[in-house]
């Protein structure tokens, strides 16, 4: 199969990361580099969703049960609520940070892992999958958003050009946390459909399970004025914890010998 | 009296609770669980196993520690409960029902959900009967755990699909009926994700074993018929070396996209000669070519059969735990509904 989209949708990411950058840096005409920029990055959007559309088509599923396409998703779940902040919150400093990552994570699909499409195993043929998964990444997206926004504040306070709101951080760990709740109950309730188990402690499920706890950690600090200047370092420590459930648990099961019911080929 | 409650109703001890869990939670995924002594040598010393076993590390998730630490946050959770109860009553009788006391509230039943979730784990925990076994087809086990049930395995099928030129699994289904005192109560064709359902106990497709009856033929008899457990070897009737067949794919193929049956996919059985330290190709056994053995006798195919592995389960938690778990989603629904949209 083709990877023709998925490396134009890379190629205009990295085209918006420069001029949003150029943005950031008030460098050449903003308005018109602002708006080549956002024009850049709904097509790279487009371009990726095209490409997970003829992927799925291809693969007879959601292109979620390997690496290299939960991967894809992932960015793509990442690049689409990026956008989408920008667009209701017009925090564009934000958005070079995020598409750093992106762009990353785009050499990494597409010169250091396997494309191959892996079929659909039996116990995921389920409607689980189309609900469970997508809903998990989803909430990854959110929180990652969350982090950039935080990084980008202090990267670009560093050049007195940041305007920052800390109610964008905290709705976005909102909207994660619910997701990621959404996520483990929904990854419970198939557990309990094909295994009759619905907490086995998987290394998937309990490094979701510390993720959730660290972000719930982040929305209690709030209520405490001593504990709300740590809001930042949990924001960090939390987002870790995320990279830990998503790649760490492949690395957990080659290094320690775990057992993972979760890990990608 | 006074400082114990002050410490359980504080949002620190709750933080400080959160952040102790951790680490069992982390060793639980990076320690193996649950291994001998010589084998945790193997990866680590002396002293520091020590320290691993001191902790409750190799075990974390049933650790006295880690469970005294679950046991006090749910004492804490229950503490912040109560006082926030009290803070809201007293400020309703100050200020009347404002949105705010409402909001409160609503934190507490929320929070209430995550005790009616732990109530659930702990009446899985206590109430959990579970095991596996095995059913030929046409054949009836009991289950060992529970005592007085049957299952009854009418017959099990691999379906396959045609991958972009790659036969892999379908579907592995099972039709089979459920026997309580020798009396049949449920029958139902189960999958992976379908599982048979009676009362508290749960019936799931969890594996399968396969066999081949093969027959061991000489120029002029019969010699011997078994039935054979494949990938594992079995001594020759003549008992000059071993054998071992392959596992094999035997069902209907499907394409990728569609339900139209392509072909009907007959065992194909590699079979080795097993010599202790490695295996040697011999031939390729299918229902109409035997193999020609090297001491002279042919492996005949009678029938290669599919015996399904089931999962059965009673666990009176289960509904305890959805319970919890839908009223907290709800909860935290409405929650981000007002944080972060209301802006309340």
């Known amino acids: 199969m083709n990877l023709v989209f998925l490396k134009l949708a890379f190629l205009l990411y990295f085209v918006a990361l420069v001029l949003y950058l150029l943005v950031a840096a008030r460098l050449g005409p903003r308005r018109v580099l602002h708006l080549l920029a956002r024009l850049s990055f709904v097509v790279a959007v487009g371009l990726h969703a095209v490409f997970l559309g003829q992927r799925w088509y291809f693969m007879g599923h959601p292109p979620l049960n390997s690496m290299f396409d939960a991967m894809g998703v992932t960015v793509f779940f990442l690049a689409l609520v990026t956008l989408l902040f920008e667009v209701f919150t017009g925090a564009y400093q934000a958005v070079p940070v995020s598409l750093i990552l992106v762009s990353i994570a785009g050499y990494v699909l597409l010169y250091k892992s396997n494309p191959q499409p892996v079929p659909l195993m039996p116990a995921l043929m389920s409607y689980w999958f189309y609900i469970h998964v997508p809903i998990t990444i989803f909430s990854y997206a959110f929180f990652g958003m969350a982090f950039m926004y935080d990084l980008s504040y202090y990267l670009f306070r560093f050049l007195r050009r940041s305007e920052y709101n800390p109610r964008y951080t905290k709705n976005l760990i909102f909207w994660g946390f619910l997701l990621l709740t959404a996520g483990i109950f929904t990854g419970s309730a198939w557990a309990n459909e094909a295994w009759g188990s619905y907490w086995a402690w998987d290394p998937k499920e309990v490094w979701s399970l510390i993720t959730w706890s660290l972000y719930l950690i982040y929305l209690h600090l709030e209520f405490h004025p001593s504990l709300k200047r740590y809001a930042f370092l949990m924001n960090l420590i939390a987002f870790s914890s995320i990279f830990m459930t998503f790649l760490g648990v492949n690395w957990l099961t080659k290094i320690f010998s775990v057992e993972s019911m979760h890990t990608y080929m | ?344």
């Open chain 2, 1 to 344: 009296m006074k400082v114990i409650y002050d410490v359980l109703k504080s949002l620190k001890t709750t933080v400080v609770l959160i952040v102790l869990m951790i680490p069992y939670l982390v060793a639980g995924t990076i320690v193996p669980q649950n291994k001998t002594d010589a084998e945790y040598l193997r990866v680590f010393s002396a002293g520091t196993l020590k320290w691993l076993k001191a902790l409750g590390f190799t075990d974390a998730y049933h650790a006295p520690i880690f469970h005294l630490l679950v046991a006090l946050f749910t004492l804490n959770l229950l503490v912040c409960m109560w006082a926030g109860y009290r803070y809201l009553r007293r400020v309703q009788k100050e200020q009347g029902t404002t949105r705010q006391v409402w909001l409160g509230y609503l934190g507490i039943v929320f929070h209430l959900s995550m005790l009616i979730l732990l109530a659930g784990f702990i009446l899985t925990a206590v109430s959990k009967k579970s095991g596996t076994v095995v059913v030929m087809p046409g054949e009836t086990e009991v289950l060992p755990e529970l005592p007085g049930y049957q299952l009854k395995l009418y017959w099990f099928r691999i379906d396959y699909m045609d991958f972009h030129g790659r036969v892999t699994p379908k579907a592995y289904v099972s039709d089979v009926e459920l026997l309580v005192r020798g009396r049949p109560v449920a029958r139902e064709t189960i999958n992976v994700n379908h599982p048979l359902k009676y009362g508290d106990l749960t019936v799931y497709q969890s594996s399968y074993v396969q066999f081949a009856r093969v027959a061991f033929v000489s120029d002029t008899d019969t010699v011997d018929v078994q039935l054979v457990r494949v990938q594992s070897p079995f001594v020759l009737p003549t008992g000059d070396g071993f054998l071992i067949l392959d596992s094999y794919q035997m069902g209907d193929l499907y394409p990728l996209h569609g339900h139209e049956k392509i072909t009907t996919l007959p065992p194909r059985i590699l079979v080795y000669r097993f010599m202790g330290h490695g295996v040697q190709p011999v031939g390729t056994l299918t229902p109409d070519q035997p193999v020609i053995l090297p001491n002279g006798l042919k492996l005949v195919l009678l029938e290669a059969v599919e015996a399904s592995g089931f999962q059965y389960r009673v666990d009176k938690g289960v509904p305890l735990v959805y319970l919890g778990g839908i009223l907290f989603f709800l909860l935290l629904l409405l929650r981000v509904y007002f944080r972060a949209v209301k802006g309340w």
